[in-house]
């Protein structure tokens, strides 16, 4: 089926950096999704966006929509040690049903 | 209790049990999902209920069986699986399986840990 590219695939950062990563898809998109999973948890949903070139953001997070509708970034500014986890993108491209496609994640782990 | 309900947490079975996973939502959502979670893999979305009618089956084996008796629960059967079927086993609701807007992300539970031996 069809799949997202989400990278990096895992990244070990300092305590307060800053953190990206982004999800590119083959396909045109209408719906972008970021979700964080904790160890031992389900994903949570962090930021849902609509419409192409919308920028949301939720407290240090920051989410954009792509302007080619094909790809979503997400950011974290000054990461603290709540923050490890994997985040996922997930999205609807405009030609499949109601099912949601997913990345691959991307395991954010901070250095002590 | 709130959200969605997922047990057991973790569950250890042989090639030849029969177990099942038991997933309720007291979200008043209409719509509910299984997921499996393989590591370093997207989420592979199993079955999907809408209003108690199953709408999706992703190819998945017959050794597994859903069931959903009413809106809020949704359970998963499991029998004669095998080592690879060993993976996070995630429910997840939503309001219905339309695009509107409310739809736009699911609630997941906190998954069944699944090890086959």
């Known amino acids: 089926g069809q799949q997202l590219n989400q990278s990096p695939q895992s990244m070990f950062i300092q305590e307060g950096e800053d953190v990206s990563m982004n999800c590119t898809s083959s396909s045109i998109f209408n719906t972008w999704l970021w979700y964080k999973q904790d160890p031992g948890e389900g994903p949570v949903l962090l930021i849902a966006l609509y419409k192409a070139g919308e920028l949301t953001s939720n407290g240090r997070l920051t989410a954009q929509f792509g302007i080619t509708r094909k790809d979503s970034f997400l950011n974290i500014s000054a990461s603290i040690p709540s923050d490890v986890g994997i985040y996922f993108c997930a999205g609807r491209s405009t030609d499949s049903n109601y099912q949601l496609i997913w990345g691959a994640g991307t395991k954010l782990i901070i250095k002590p | 209790e709130t959200g969605v309900t997922q047990t057991p947490r973790h569950l250890v079975m042989g090639m030849t049990n029969k177990k099942s996973l038991k997933c309720e939502q007291h979200?008043?959502?209409?719509?509910m999902y299984w997921y499996k979670q393989s590591a370093k893999k997207p989420l592979e979305l199993m079955f999907v209920y809408n209003f108690k009618e199953q709408t999706e089956n992703n190819s998945v084996p017959s050794r597994f069986s859903p069931e959903c008796p009413n809106s809020s629960h949704l359970f998963l059967h499991l029998h004669t699986l095998q080592p690879e079927d060993s993976a996070l086993y995630l429910c997840?609701?939503?309001?219905?399986?339309?695009?509107?807007?409310?739809?736009?992300?699911?609630?997941f539970g906190s998954g069944t840990r699944l090890t086959v031996v």
């Open positions: 979200l008043g959502h209409n719509a």
């Open positions: 997840a609701s939503s309001q219905d399986i339309n695009r509107g807007p409310s739809n736009y992300g699911y609630t």
